[in-house]
């Protein structure tokens, strides 16, 4: 896009803001998400340069995935009881059974199933950082691999990780951008800082810490190379025409 046609749509963009936010009485950050709905606010790539970029991430994938029997996992421990790492860390797989269901399609029965267990019962931290550039709001996210991701590679939030990642309880290195948000506890550094459930079919009880965080575009500094800035119209629109925004990043910019 060109510098003229940029500052036209940057003009544009904070009128439609000032607008709703003085005829609705509503918050600047309210508002600018209405008009980030409707604008795409990304200065730097155009949509097609967005797909460019994840096709690319798809191309430099090289990671390998086989199915291989539970029996066979290197440090995976399987006994009457669970299927736990031997760590005890990350999760372990539980059996339980339900019984006097009556909402349930399956009625009063019930049924048994296996169950995915997080240690403590918490998952961990999802955080997006939101920052301003050329005075327009873009999100930092992350091209992440996932083993069971459909099409292996999912634009993610900036941080996806649980507190067994956190605290490198795999023996590897931390998670990028952890930085900025170890001050988690504090909810007044956050737009939004919030529990968020999971699917109580396959998971346990367990819960994510939701963020969001405005930083300083300066303090962010060169990207890691599988992060970009995309748009909240760009996220949209990848999610209604594409399947790869992964669904924390979903849940995430619509709040």
């Given at each position: 896009m060109s510098a003229s046609n940029n500052e036209k749509k940057i003009k544009k963009y904070h009128e439609?803001?000032?607008?709703?936010?003085?005829?609705?009485?509503?918050?600047l950050y309210d508002a600018e998400k209405i008009v980030e709905t409707l604008i795409c606010t990304n200065t730097i790539s155009t949509i097609e340069d967005v797909m460019k970029f994840y096709n690319?991430?798809?191309?430099?994938?090289?990671?390998?995935?086989?199915?291989?029997?539970?029996?066979?996992?290197?440090?995976?421990?399987i006994s009457d009881q669970t299927i736990s790492h031997s760590s005890k860390n990350f999760f372990e797989v539980i059996g339980i059974s339900?019984?006097?269901?009556?909402?349930?399609?399956?009625?009063?029965?019930?049924?048994?199933?296996?169950?995915?267990?997080?240690?403590?019962d918490v998952g961990g931290l999802l955080g997006l950082i939101r920052t301003y550039i050329n005075d327009m709001p873009h999100y930092l996210?992350?091209?992440?691999f996932e083993p069971g991701n459909f099409q292996d590679i999912q634009f993610s939030p900036t941080l996806q990780a649980t507190f067994?990642?956190?605290e490198m309880a795999h023996g590897g290195s931390?998670?990028?951008?952890?930085?900025?948000?170890k001050d988690y506890k504090n909810k007044e550094n956050?737009?939004?800082?919030?529990?968020?459930?999971?699917?109580?079919?396959?998971?346990?009880?367990?819960?994510?810490l939701g963020l969001i965080k405005s930083i300083d575009f300066e303090q962010i500094g060169p990207l890691k190379s599988s992060f970009i800035y995309l748009s909240r119209h760009q996220i949209l629109s990848l999610s209604k025409n594409?399947?790869?925004?992964?669904?924390?990043?979903?849940?995430?910019?619509?709040?």
């Amino acid at each position: 896009m060109s510098a003229s046609n940029n500052e036209k749509k940057i003009k544009k963009y904070h009128e439609y803001v000032f607008n709703i936010q003085n005829d609705f009485s509503v918050s600047l950050y309210d508002a600018e998400k209405i008009v980030e709905t409707l604008i795409c606010t990304n200065t730097i790539s155009t949509i097609e340069d967005v797909m460019k970029f994840y096709n690319s991430q798809r191309d430099r994938n090289s990671a390998v995935i086989k199915q291989k029997p539970i029996s066979e996992l290197e440090q995976w421990n399987i006994s009457d009881q669970t299927i736990s790492h031997s760590s005890k860390n990350f999760f372990e797989v539980i059996g339980i059974s339900t019984r006097e269901s009556s909402s349930r399609e399956v009625g009063k029965k019930g049924w048994d199933q296996p169950i995915l267990r997080e240690k403590n019962d918490v998952g961990g931290l999802l955080g997006l950082i939101r920052t301003y550039i050329n005075d327009m709001p873009h999100y930092l996210v992350d091209a992440k691999f996932e083993p069971g991701n459909f099409q292996d590679i999912q634009f993610s939030p900036t941080l996806q990780a649980t507190f067994s990642n956190i605290e490198m309880a795999h023996g590897g290195s931390s998670p990028n951008y952890i930085e900025f948000f170890k001050d988690y506890k504090n909810k007044e550094n956050y737009i939004f800082n919030n529990w968020l459930s999971e699917d109580g079919g396959r998971l346990y009880k367990k819960r994510n810490l939701g963020l969001i965080k405005s930083i300083d575009f300066e303090q962010i500094g060169p990207l890691k190379s599988s992060f970009i800035y995309l748009s909240r119209h760009q996220i949209l629109s990848l999610s209604k025409n594409e399947t790869i925004i992964n669904p924390h990043l979903m849940r995430l910019i619509n709040f």
